[in-house]
């Protein structure tokens, strides 16, 4: 077919209608009228509320994924926050709680501490503070290890208290640590006194009276105890000190087909939580330093009132001596005296009067009595002739 006989226009199935370019020209038109419209009569609003109204639903369905994504998110930023926050809480709990129980452990240590001084002022045997580590493992007795031993002076026998009582004995010495037998052990046996009554009795150990106790054997079931009676040491063993609590009787069981009356007593001591205990030296092994200074002082008064003594034995030796040389004296002058008296030729002597009167001025009194025995002499010789 030659190129002049085609058909140049386009198929119906490709009319387009207008022309791009008139189209452009048409809605640019439009688009300037309706705003031009709508800034000065408001006439699309209506429009544009219907049309906001159809498209608010589709609008919100399309929304929703991108929301749900953005509340995921938050969701594990908050989760993770919130397990953050949590673990820190729980820790910052943990903490607390921890010192709050590390307070009340040392109020309860200071209060114990504070009882332990008290009831130490209280007797003035030497003690040593101690802390117990551990219960040992023999299910069949009760013992207790504390922390002092034999490098810290703790000797076999020690009686060992806590802030309210007796609690037990020394009874196994190492190096660095120490074995107690509690008070409740039934190899243990106290020397007690009834505060009320004064009677002397012993407690031993009952572990198995509720739970942990002692016992006072051995006891007339006429006794006069009653419940509620406090237990010291007595202090006749020589080993715990006198006047330290030791039990309560709390129950009493009197038997008509026995003699003895079964007494069960509850230690004062914390025999199960005890923590801080004070060991005291034995009163046997005790110093005794001030009856010692006081043996040395009193044989220092004795040396000095023997010195004393001795020296005032010297001076009444020495006065006494004076006083007899002073009466010799005073009689080889009465004797003197009496000679020159009796002899008138040694009257005559000119000698003899200076020591005449040497021996008046010396004593006159003394002179005297020679002179009356010598005018007696002179008046019997007188009357022999005359006779």
């Known amino acids: 077919m030659p190129l002049g006989t085609l058909d140049r226009t386009a198929p119906p199935l490709f009319n387009q209608g207008p022309s791009a370019l008139s189209k452009l020209i048409f809605f640019s038109a439009l688009a300037l009228f309706l705003m031009v419209a709508d800034a000065r009569f408001n006439i699309v609003q209506p429009i544009r509320l219907g049309i906001g109204a159809v498209l608010y639903p589709v609008q919100w369905l399309a929304l929703k994924p991108v929301q749900l994504v953005g509340l995921g998110e938050r969701y594990f930023e908050d989760l993770k926050t919130a397990q953050t926050k949590e673990s820190e809480a729980r820790r910052a709990l943990a903490l607390q709680s921890e010192r709050a129980s590390q ?9 114990r501490l504070r009882a332990l001084l008290d009831l130490r002022q209280t007797t003035s045997t030497p003690g040593r503070a101690a802390e117990v580590l551990y219960d040992t493992a023999d299910p069949y007795t009760r013992k207790v290890v ?4 034999l490098n810290n002076g703790i000797a076999p026998g020690s009686p060992v208290i806590d802030e309210h009582g007796v609690l037990g004995q020394v009874t196994q010495v190492q190096p660095f640590t120490s074995e107690v037998t509690l008070v409740v052990d039934r190899d243990l046996a106290i020397p007690v006194q009834n505060v009320r009554t004064g009677a002397r009795s012993v407690a031993f150990g009952d572990p198995t009276a509720h739970g942990g106790g002692l016992e006072l054997r051995f006891m007339q079931a006429n006794s006069d105890v009653q419940e509620g009676d ?4 007595s202090g006749v063993d020589g080993v715990y000190p006198p006047g330290l609590p030791v039990a309560t009787i709390d129950r009493i069981d009197r038997r008509a087909d026995s003699a003895f009356a079964r007494i069960h007593c ?6 199960s939580s005890a923590r801080y205990v004070l060991v005291l030296a034995p009163p046997a092994n005790q110093p005794a330093p001030a009856a010692a200074s006081n043996a040395g002082t009193s044989k220092k008064e004795k040396a000095d009132a023997k010195a004393d003594a001795k020296a005032d034995a010297k001076a009444d030796a020495k006065a006494a001596a004076r006083k007899g040389d002073k009466k ?15 002899d008138p030729k040694a009257d005559a002597k000119p000698d003899a009067k200076p020591e005449l009167k040497a021996d008046l001025k010396a004593d006159p009194k ?4 020679p002179d009356a025995k010598a ?3 002179a008046a019997d010789k007188k009357a022999g002739p005359a006779r």
């Open 103 to 111: 307070a009340d452990t040392l109020a309860k240590d200071n209060a």
């Open 146 to 149: 504390i922390d002092q031993g």
């Open 230 to 233: 406090q237990l010291t040491t």
């Open 266 to 271: 509850s230690p004062v001591a914390e025999v």
């Open 328 to 342: 010799g004296d005073n009689k080889k002058a009465d004797g003197k005296a009496a000679d020159a008296k009796v």
């Open 366 to 369: 003394a002179a005297a009595k």
């Open 375 to 377: 005018a007696a002499a």
